[in-house]
Nanobody
């Protein structure tokens, strides 16, 4: 059974930073592209970033480019999202997902990120 467990969310002031983590199990993590997506209140699921199998290739939504960094540790089956210079519009539930968009094959329960003063 595929399991994705996100952590690291919370309340942060504008301009602050957070690091999200995703613990993966139940599938061959090191053989799959992985992504982060988010859903703001009242909005649809928005792709944030994708990382290749070996981690050498990354892609970002324009809205987060230059502020967020995706990474992975295949030895630990872990996916990360470093978020810097956070803005109120980054407020959302953040999900770890298997595969590139739009055809994620699984995603976790999400972790809430709230950016507010």
């Amino acid at each position: 059974e595929v399991q994705l467990v996100e952590s690291g969310g919370g309340l942060v002031q504008p301009g602050g930073s957070l690091r999200l983590s995703c613990a993966a199990s139940g599938f061959s993590f090191g053989s799959r592209y992985m992504s982060w997506a988010r859903q703001a209140p009242g909005k649809g699921l928005e792709w944030v970033s994708t990382i290749s199998i070996g981690g050498g290739s990354t892609n970002y939504a324009d809205s987060v480019k230059g502020r967020f960094a995706i990474s992975r540790d295949n030895a630990k089956n872990m996916l990360y999202l470093q978020m810097n210079s956070l803005k109120p519009e980054d407020t959302a539930v953040y999900y770890c997902a298997v595969g590139p968009p739009p055809t994620y094959t699984a995603r976790g329960q999400g972790t809430q990120v709230t950016v507010s003063s």
